[in-house]
Nanobody, 111 residues
Framework: VQLVEGGGGLVQPGESLTLTCIAS???????MGWYRQAPGKQREFVAR???????DYSESVKGRFTIARNDAQNTINLNMNSLKPDDTALYYC???????WGQGTQVTVSS
């Protein structure tokens, strides 16, 4: 399975973006998630959703970001609201089983 992310871009603080990750094959019952890596920092967890649609989020995005999955289309989305400059990073899609990463999509929040 390959993962392809899209939807990143340049936005101003307070604006919104939606990231999409498309899997080339079935994601089955695997957990899916989003991670991000800012320049000079380690990759960090952002959000995760399981096959029962239970989601959890990092404290830094809770209440602002929403993760969703569509198993019929093998996609997950990350709706990001009230974006802040600290959200600037390369965002990666992750499939837990088998362990698979996308190539990343850049999100830049700047005035």
């Amino acid at each position: 399975v390959q993962l392809v992310e899209g939807g990143g871009g340049l936005v101003q603080p307070g604006e919104s973006l939606t990231l999409t990750c498309i899997a080339s094959g079935s994601i089955g019952t695997s957990d899916m998630g989003w991670y991000r890596q800012a320049p000079g920092k380690q990759r960090e967890f952002v959000a995760r959703i399981d096959s029962n649609l239970r989601a959890d989020y990092s404290e830094s995005v809770k209440g602002r970001f929403t993760i969703a999955r569509n198993d019929a289309q093998n996609t997950i989305n990350l709706n990001m609201n009230s974006l802040k400059p600290d959200d600037t990073a390369l965002y990666y899609c992750h499939l837990a089983f088998p362990d698979t990463w996308g190539q990343g999509t850049q999100v830049t929040v700047s005035s």
